[in-house]
């Protein structure tokens, strides 16, 4: 099936691992043109030569934490690609601990990787977005259900739903969609930080932590970078043409609430 993705121009933030990594390399597999960006330049480059196997790759790093950095990836991927049709955008992850342990740096410090970077990233690429465009943010099934020991997560990443809504409003004019999605527990390097801190916590083993969360999920197992990855590319196809504002949980079924 073609999904319109062939030659769109796509920045992938947060793309040498995991959710953001499977989402580089299904756009490259649908033929888009893609731009890769993280901070660790060594981790990006390693992405970056595995991904060029499948196709149009470059890499910019960018501290997501910096304002500065995420201005200039936005321009280079411009410079690039000679213009910007999808902004796919993942972030790191903030540090686990409740707000008792969290120092105030600590929330500084997640304010700028989890909502700075995206207010910053969107005003940035809808300049290079001339023909309308896709705006994809992945937060968290945190919006909806908060997670023991995430509160930089479970807090902040809220804020990242009245960004979408604000945007989505502001950019539909200019036929610039956005929309997010909220992922569950997914296999990457992220979920095996998080089971070695609630074992740690807990005093149990690895393999306990992850047979009760799996226990959770009526899906009954996590899902993997790919299947996250497909609903961002969903959200960026000809396929998808009438959702804007949107936050679409992909999490197996864990989050209990109704709407
Ligand atoms: N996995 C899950 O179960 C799950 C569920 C819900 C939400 N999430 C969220 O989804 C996002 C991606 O998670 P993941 O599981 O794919 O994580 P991951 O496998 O640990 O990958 C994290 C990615 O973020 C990059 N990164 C970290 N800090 C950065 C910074 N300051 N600036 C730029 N890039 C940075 C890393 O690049 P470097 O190589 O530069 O370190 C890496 O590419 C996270 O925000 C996570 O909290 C994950």
Redesign the pocket.
């Known amino acids: 099936m073609d999904l319109g993705i062939r030659n769109k121009r796509v920045i992938v ?9 499977a989402t580089a390399k299904r756009f490259l597999e649908e033929g888009a043109r893609v731009v890769i ?4 330049e060594n ?2 480059k390693e992405a970056y030569s595995k991904l060029r196997e499948i196709g149009e790759v470059h890499y910019v790093k ?4 910096s304002v500065d950095e995420v201005i200039n990836l936005v321009r280079k991927s411009n410079d690039i690609l000679g213009g910007i049709d999808v902004l796919a955008y ?5 540090k686990p601990g409740n707000f008792l342990e969290l120092s105030d740096n600590d929330w500084e410090e997640g304010f700028k ?1 989890l909502l700075m970077s995206a207010v910053v990233a969107i005003r940035e690429s809808v300049k290079y977005m001339r023909s309308g465009g896709r705006i994809i943010l ?1 937060t ?2 945190t919006l909806r259900q908060p997670i023991d020991n995430l509160d930089l ?1 479970n807090v902040i990443r809220l804020s990242l739903a009245g960004l979408i809504k604000s945007a989505s409003k502001l950019l539909a004019p200019r036929g610039i969609l956005v929309n997010g999605i909220m ?4 296999l ?4 095996d930080q998080l089971v070695k801190d609630r074992a740690r916590r807990q005093g149990k083993k690895e393999e306990e932590v992850i047979a009760e969360i799996t226990k959770e999920i009526p899906m009954a197992r996590m899902a993997q ?1 790919e299947e996250v990855a497909n609903v961002i590319l969903f959200l960026a196809s000809s396929l998808s043409t009438y959702v804007t504002g949107a936050i679409i949980p992909v999490d197996g079924g864990i989050t209990r609430c109704t709407f």
């Open positions: 933030t947060a793309a040498s691992r995991g959710i953001g990594y960006s993280s901070h660790d981790k990006l960018a501290d997501l934490t993942v972030t790191g992850s903030p990787l992945s968290s099934m997560s992922p569950g527990w997914t990457t390097e992220r979920v970078p």
